[in-house]
């Protein structure tokens, strides 16, 4: 993955340089079929993510927010170019881009880089979660919580009703508590709604921190809407708590 990595590094790198343009310009975001928010940005940002990358992976295939998919092959870039697109369009620096890369149906590394915050996080499986600054400089490796008790565990939920399901649990903190669950900050959060692209990153992000990831179909793939994100010691006791799988 040594070389794919670097390949993506450079991908968001660029792709980085033309969303910090037009956050700095500053945009307007109209409504999607589906009722979510888009700009000129989230575009412009994919489309230099796809040629970028199928310039040095021609043979490779594209799932992406804005663009949906193109070409078959093993290998599949996930692309999330402006996730937050509602921060970005009101000058909030909380937005990321996304990609993650997917080889014969398993999520192998993760980029996610947030260049308004001077973040960046990244994973490749079997190789670790890193965060640093961004461009990157210091890193430093991702660790969950080693929480075992619920009593004494921070547990958060997205929403009202997923706070009903989950015992115990609070709203968020943060814009993005998967980068506190991922230090181990917090020790479980549950995210029941978006897409493939929203989650692919961060599941893998957060395995290689040593977490675990369940979605409501009893497994740990993006497609499913969303799941548990927790460190290992908890997730057990709190899938019973959640009653998953919640479907075949």
Not at 133 to 155: G, I, N, Q
Not at 207 to 218: C, K, L, S, Y
Request: net charge negative.
């Amino acid at each position: 993955m040594d070389e794919d990595l670097q390949l993506a590094f450079g991908a968001v790198g660029l792709a980085a340089e033309v969303a910090v343009g037009y956050f700095g310009a500053g945009v307007t975001a109209t409504l999607k079929a589906d009722g979510t928010p888009v700009t000129e940005a989230d575009r412009a940002v994919e489309r230099l993510l796809r040629e970028t990358l199928s310039e040095a992976r021609p043979c490779d295939a594209f799932l992406g927010e804005e663009l949906g998919e193109l070409g078959e092959s093993d290998r599949v870039w996930i692309l999330d170019p402006i996730d937050g697109t509602r921060f970005f369009s009101e000058g909030d620096p909380n937005w990321r881009i996304q990609i993650a890369l997917e080889v014969r149906g398993v999520t192998e590394l993760a980029v996610v880089a947030s260049p308004a915050l001077g973040r960046c996080w990244w994973a490749t499986r079997g190789g670790g979660a890193f965060e640093s600054s961004w461009p990157r400089d210091e890193t430093f490796r991702l660790e969950v919580s080693t929480t075992a008790s619920p009593e004494s565990a921070v547990l958060v939920a997205l929403d009202n009703g997923s706070e009903a399901r989950l015992p115990s649990a609070g709203p968020p903190s943060t814009p993005l508590p998967l980068i506190e669950l991922a230090r181990g900050e917090i020790d479980a959060f549950l995210v029941e709604r978006y897409h493939k692209w929203d989650h692919a990153p961060w599941i893998l992000i957060v395995e290689e921190a040593g977490g675990r990831f369940t979605n409501p179909a009893g497994g740990n793939s993006a497609d499913q809407g969303g799941g548990l994100y927790s460190n290992a010691a908890l997730h057990n006791h709190l899938l019973s708590a959640l009653h998953y799988p919640l479907r075949p």
